[in-house]
């Protein structure tokens, strides 16, 4: 499975206290078609973008259906800016040549449609370090940079001054 899809976590797009406060006939008809219209909440950055990545009926996924995470092979990818909601390029998230390039044909209208799943979990593998919500698992968080330990030994020389104000 794809690290990715680990944390795709469905949002509730009614919430049971506005349905219930619905007219029956609405209410059913939301309740009907609920799960062909899934969210997935978004990836949260440190740089207050949000990576959105959706498939359903309605988005841009393959296929074109609601099925579990895993049986998608392409999906919907959107960069949203967290304080209004205008759609954000790739480049907001990564300074990745390679990736950069690699996203440029899907790009269309300010999302990137049918993006292949092992393209957008290269993405992910790349800007977890940047993701403040959800919360990665341990196991999924980048390691820590391996640095070099290396210790000195030193002399302690200790120095007495003797300071005699009555001769300058």
């Known amino acids: 499975m794809l690290t990715f899809m680990k944390y795709l976590k469905e949002e509730q797009l009614c919430p049971p206290e506005m349905l219930a406060s619905m007219p029956d006939d609405l209410r059913e008809l939301i309740e009907k078609n609920n799960h062909d219209s899934r969210l997935f909440q978004h990836f949260v950055m440190k740089n207050g973008y949000r990576l959105s990545v959706q498939g359903n009926t309605f988005n841009y996924s393959h296929p074109r259906e609601t099925v ?5 092979e392409a ?3 959107a ?9 954000g390029a790739i ?6 040549p390679h990736l ?3 996203f440029q044909p ?6 990137y449609p049918f993006v292949p799943v092992e393209l957008i979990e290269r993405l992910f593998q790349a800007i977890k370090k940047d993701i ?4 990665l698992d341990a196991a999924d968080k980048p390691a820590p940079p391996k640095t070099k330990t290396t210790r000195a030994r030193t002399e302690r020389t200790t120095i007495t001054i003797q300071i005699n104000p009555d001769k300058e």
């Not at 579990?68 to 998608?72: L, T």
């Not at 960069?79 to 759609?87: A, D, H, K």
């Not at 480049?91 to 990745?96: G, K, V």
């Open 68 to 72: 579990a995470p895993d049986q998608y």
């Open 75 to 77: 999906m919907e990818v």
């Open 79 to 87: 960069v949203l800016y967290r304080e209004n909601g205008n759609f």
């Open 91 to 96: 480049a907001s998230l990564t300074e990745d």
């Open 100 to 102: 950069l390039k690699e």
């Open 106 to 111: 899907y790009y269309s209208s300010g999302v």
């Open 132 to 135: 403040v919500s959800p919360k």
